[in-house]
């Protein structure tokens, strides 16, 4: 079986977010199971990797005959191939970035009607407008609902060279995710519980009728975690590495990370690495913050974003010196620190598609405190491997700190280390599903 994906970014070439590790391993983790990929990016010419000159490609875009160059890579074994439709383009999401995608989606599909393979695989909505000119069997993934795609319908026509049909309008606009919601034979999502939740109007973003409508064709399947990369028992980030049989030298990274950081020695440490962004729900922890240092914790929060959150942070930090710790940065070394060295990991999300942080947690043996939704649910067991809590308030992120520090923590920790958050199964789910749409 030959696979075609379809996306804006992938390591090792280029990284923006979450889609790029997805599109960097589960081809690899596809190939394992039998199942040969091909990805499909645009070219940025930020891309620092060399790249082998393919030829050119003919394609129509904006109603007018235009040539793209093709460019070829191989990565773990998987073919990458990129198609410079614009030479300026230099990063994924630069805009225009409804002109740029449009030429890709158009590009792809003429790339595609001369390939041999057996399936479309296309992701997000830099993606959609490929699965309705591609008119093989396809499945659309929904990495991101918040971006879905949306143009005014006469800009649609002057990008494309056609007038928008009736299944890309949505509310009066072109909706391009929508389209490729109804004319994929399959949706997914990256957790069955956010393919639930995506069907009702608090998480829909707007498309909630629609993936009612197409409910029958659309699951879960869960991300894995490049558990080589991610593993406690290698990790040259920890002073100390360790696994389950061995978690005396987690608390000894706890207290190097303690010292490190002037905070107290004697208490646990509750860390968070993570956006700071509303869907993260980290203004709920900083109005609740006093009350959570009172239970008798440390706080510890990797984290860049909004200014407003990152401000606040900063101040709490100042106000209380030897219990919380800020660093507005995007720091790797650091994040395995806290991974490796805190005692229990927040993550109280107001949605969460799927979420890798927790998972990272309990790979390193540190229980998750998370909002009860969409992959957190999912992959964190209440009590088992961590605690859930119901609701996004600050009572509720409290309550969740409360509960965690009444249970014995060792050997919520100790499960954690022993689920298995690799790719493998959810390959393996991937190919399952291509099966039942080319049988
Ligand atoms: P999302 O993709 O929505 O940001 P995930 O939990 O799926 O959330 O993935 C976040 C990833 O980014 C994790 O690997 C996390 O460790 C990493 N990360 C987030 N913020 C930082 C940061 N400030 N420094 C280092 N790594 C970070």
Request: charged fraction near 25%; aromatic fraction near 10%; hydrophobic fraction near 45%.
């Amino acid at each position: 079986m030959h696979v075609v994906h379809v996306a804006a970014e992938a390591l090792p070439f280029v990284k923006v977010g979450g889609l790029a590790d997805v599109l960097g391993s589960l081809p690899r983790a596809l190939a394992a199971e039998g199942v040969r990929s091909t990805v499909l990016l645009p070219r940025y010419a930020e891309i620092a990797h060399p790249l082998e000159p393919q030829g050119e490609l003919a394609y129509r875009c904006c109603g007018e005959a235009r040539r793209a160059r093709v460019w070829g890579a191989e990565a773990g074994g998987v073919a990458y191939r990129f198609l410079e439709v614009d030479p300026d383009w230099s990063a994924p999401y630069e805009p225009p970035e409804d002109a740029r995608y449009l030429a890709f989606a158009q590009a792809a599909a003429a790339w595609l009607a001369g390939e041999r393979y057996d399936l479309l695989h296309a992701h997000d909505w830099h993606a959609a407008y490929t699965v309705r000119l591609a008119r093989r069997p396809t499945v659309f993934t929904i990495h991101n609902l918040a971006f879905q795609g949306e143009l005014e319908p006469d800009r649609f026509e002057r990008l494309t060279g056609t007038a928008p049909d009736a299944e890309l309008l949505h509310e009066g606009r072109v909706n391009l995710m929508k389209g490729a919601l109804l004319a994929a034979d399959r949706v997914t999502t990256v957790s069955p519980r956010y393919a639930r939740e995506i069907q009702t109007p608090e998480y829909g973003m707007g498309l909630d009728g629609v993936l009612r409508s197409v409910a029958d064709k659309l699951s879960g399947i869960l991300n894995g975690l490049d558990t080589e990369y991610w593993n406690p028992a290698t990790d040259g980030f920890l002073p100390q590495k360790y696994d389950a049989d061995h978690l005396e030298r987690k608390r000894r990274n706890r207290m190097t990370l303690l010292a490190a950081l002037r905070l107290d020695p004697g208490l646990p440490a509750v860390g968070a690495v993570t956006r700071l962004t509303w869907q993260k729900g980290f203004d709920l922890v900083l109005e609740t913050l006093p009350q959570v240092l009172d239970l008798g914790v440390n706080f510890v929060l990797l984290g860049t974003g909004e200014a407003e959150l990152e401000r606040g942070f900063a101040e709490a930090a100042r106000r209380y010196p030897r219990r919380v710790a800020f660093h507005a940065a995007f720091d790797e070394a650091r994040a395995h620190r806290i991974y490796g060295g805190a005692d229990f990991f927040l993550m109280p999300s107001r949605y969460e598609p799927c979420g890798l942080a927790q998972m990272i947690a309990m790979r390193y043996g540190t229980p998750p405190i998370a909002r009860a939704t969409g992959g957190l649910a999912d992959t964190v067991e209440d009590g088992v491997t961590g605690v859930l809590f119901e609701e996004a308030s600050p009572e509720g992120v409290l309550a969740g700190v409360e509960r965690m520090l009444d249970l014995d923590a060792e050997p919520l920790a100790r499960a954690g280390m022993t689920r298995d958050f690799s790719w493998g199964p959810r390959a393996r789910a991937y190919r399952k599903l291509y099966e039942e749409i080319l049988t």
